[in-house]
């Protein structure tokens, strides 16, 4: 066929994944041994660890600390065969992907694409604010904070100094809780060393949530717990309130507040990252694919969707699982054992979501989780909860030396109270025209 | 006077150090219990490590463990204050520079600019190769190397394949001979693993000097070792040649020798980066500022260099010294006294170098060194060599922080033949619209 991609034809099987995040990976992993032939393909050459771009973002962890290259971590598995590339379409009638690199033959076709952030349809939004979808995201809002504190020495003008200094997080889920807790943090023990010439008590911190709670969906005790906490480190909490428009510099709540701010970070939700030429009944109101209990898409035998992407409505879960880690590495984890079976012309086993809690972590010392152990929820919190977290986290990272960057990282900054990765590299999301900040004229 | 900066005014004299490189860091902590404002003005907000860029820029190393935030390592000096700002000139008679967040008052200045690469006028050179001066270089050439690899997957033609896996080094300096060393080990050890699906037979590594030896002023020994080490490690060293022209993809040799590629490193030689304002007889043909042996700027009382950018003839070094770190620091170090000795009113200190040798690293177990000891030169090569080399350069690394991490980074590195930090994270150098890579069409 013309314009296939270079990739060899083993004579085996082709299972082609779309996306390398946590489901991607596992079920790449769980395919070692099986008489296929793995096509990994991503837009990037590393897996990313999402739950942790909110410290890339505040400087607490290093980006390379929480990434590892996919050729690194799979390249002794034989089968495995990684591609970068952008996937632009499926045929699945001919079983073939089309991908910026060429045509990919597919035998099985597994959609790990996750999501992105849902903006709701608010492009000005979407333009102005940042989010926190990848490294690249992290990386950029580290060097907007960081150029927005060296600007504020020289800005006169108080609401000037007021955007630069001040920061509104949009979302109570987890993202938008830790990432509250961290500014706050850099509030406290941080910043107040490098700007000893600036006044901190005007570094506002808001954290708007659209509904009555934080955390939602999670225990009643963990969200008040988180509220207390946020509280406790003076940050403004405005529940059931929206910011209705954000020019990148005005941000105006639905209760009639107007704020300033150059930073607004948005947690608000996510949208399914679909991909064109699957039958549009298979594609749900969340941008989702609907998947039976194999997740196999509707309507389709070969091509499957894991983790974020797929929407598995269950009588525990009629809107499908949360969109989280643990979902998507199970799905991962059984699909590859489900592959292996239908080379064996055994039936698949159906996917049943064992729930193992959610946790956040809000600070030092201070965190909620509710865990859950032989069926049984128990809600841990404070310094047990923050033990809990980050042990957690680490041991999830995916290689061993990404678990001792982090923990030596941690390490250095429990006993220190610092943030070391206070680095500039790169740009800081582009300024604005309209509210310039105004730099001293050179005469 | 109207358009000063924000930094306050301590009513004491003001040291303003331009560039926060080896003297000008040096230089700043020097200071530390001076009766003086020091204010530190760069154009990044991390001191950078150079020695090691080339480390960063072959996936040997992240770019965080070889920089450090100035606000960091100096936030325990109270009468230390940073500004992240470009200098655009100097009024030595009003005693102030103009900076890109408005004009500072001096009483002393100190110019640590540095170098700049130096194409000798070649602007095709200049658009298209990659330097290693800074950080964003070090990561723009490990974006640019690792893409091409990827891409080199997916291309049939063997002309476009050479060009995307020959690499062409120009400089048989310190920087030029670490750099193929470092390539030849990946080509040996990382990419092997990486790209079973490529012949890494078809990797080569080309290091141009346009002298008849490498590492000029170094010992012959030194010199003839680091060709040897080189040789075996597969890389081919041109003597007495030259770059005459690279359009981004061809290369052609003085000798008539026509070569394509990608990726040409331009190590060949720099040139002071002076600021504006100064008496131009000052600014020699070198564009370094002759500077006396107290490193005062002829003509000024109030304005010195050091380092890189400072040409100091003296008897041993009639043409200045090298551009090292090991000047820069003493002359950083010196500086700082003598600025103390002439607020007591006391005499200065002429600059005496003290030479302690040059080294540098080709691969494990591969360095040459000429070590001076109580005044003698000791030629160290070798495994002992290289353990030199590597203690030598973690010890100098500004913070306890940075020398963890690149002890780990280096132990790891060594006991895995691995070098893990082979992201694209950011963009590779902007690919020529001539010569595009072919990718597949899609039908």
Redesign the interface.
């Known amino acids: 066929?013309?314009?296939?991609?270079?990739?060899?034809d083993l004579g085996k099987p082709r299972v082609v994944i779309v996306g390398g995040g946590f489901g991607g990976l596992q079920l790449a992993k769980e395919l070692a041994d099986a008489p296929v032939q793995v096509v990994l393909i991503d837009k990037?050459?590393?897996h990313a660890f999402q739950p942790l771009l909110y410290q890339v973002g505040t400087a607490g962890l290093?980006?390379?600390s929480i990434?590892s290259?996919f050729?690194?971590i799979l390249?002794?598995q034989e089968n495995f065969?990684f591609?970068?590339a952008d996937v632009?379409s499926i045929d699945a009638t001919a079983q073939v992907v089309?991908t910026?690199?060429?045509?990919l033959r597919f035998d099985y076709l597994v959609l790990a694409t996750g999501t992105t952030s849902n903006y709701f349809g608010d492009k000005q939004m979407e333009e102005n604010s940042i989010s926190l979808k990848s490294?690249?995201d992290a990386?950029e809002l580290r060097n907007t904070l960081?150029?927005n504190f060296?600007q504020a020495?020289?800005v006169?003008d108080s609401k000037q100094l007021n955007s630069l200094l001040d920061f509104v997080i949009v979302g109570g889920g987890p993202t938008g809780v830790e990432m509250a807790g961290a500014l706050s943090e850099l509030r406290a023990h941080v910043f107040p060393?490098?700007?000893p010439?600036l006044d901190l008590k005007q570094m506002d911190i808001h954290l708007v949530q659209s509904g009555p709670v934080l955390l939602k969906g999670m225990s009643t005790e963990a969200s008040e717990h988180a509220l207390k906490y946020l509280k406790d480190m003076d940050v403004q909490v405005w529940l059931d309130n929206r910011v209705t428009s954000y020019d990148g510099y005005n941000v105006a709540l639905k209760s009639g507040e107007k704020l300033v701010a150059r930073t607004l970070i948005w947690a608000a939700g996510v949208t399914g990252a679909p991909v064109a030429g699957l039958d549009p009944a298979a594609l749900l109101k969340s941008n989702r694919y609907q998947v039976n209990e194999f997740n196999q898409v509707a309507g389709y035998d070969n091509v499957f969707a894991i983790g974020d992407i797929a929407q598995m409505a269950t009588a525990a879960y009629p809107e499908g699982h949360p969109q989280v880690a643990q979902p998507a590495l199970q799905q991962g984890r059984l699909l590859g054992e489900n592959i292996k079976r239908l080379l064996n012309k055994q039936p698949m086993h159906p996917f049943v979501y064992a729930d193992k809690g959610t946790m956040a972590t809000i600070g030092r010392h201070r965190a909620v989780g509710d865990i859950i152990l032989f069926g049984k929820q128990y809600h841990i919190t404070g310094w047990l909860g923050w033990l809990g977290w980050s042990f957690v986290h680490i041991m999830a990272l995916v290689s061993f030396?990404n678990r001792?960057a982090v923990f030596?990282a941690w390490a250095?900054n429990y006993l220190t109270q610092?943030k070391?990765?206070?680095?500039?590299?790169?740009k800081p999301k582009a300024p604005l025209t309209e509210h310039a900040v105004e730099?001293?004229?050179?005469?």
């Open positions: 066929m013309e314009g296939l991609t270079k990739i060899a990037h050459n590393y290093n980006a390379d990434i290259p050729r690194k390249n002794e065969f591609r970068l632009q089309e910026s690199i060429g045509l490294v690249g990386i960081l150029s060296e020495l020289e006169g060393r490098d700007y010439e030396r001792i030596f250095w610092d070391g990765m206070r680095y500039i590299i790169g730099v001293k004229p050179i005469v």
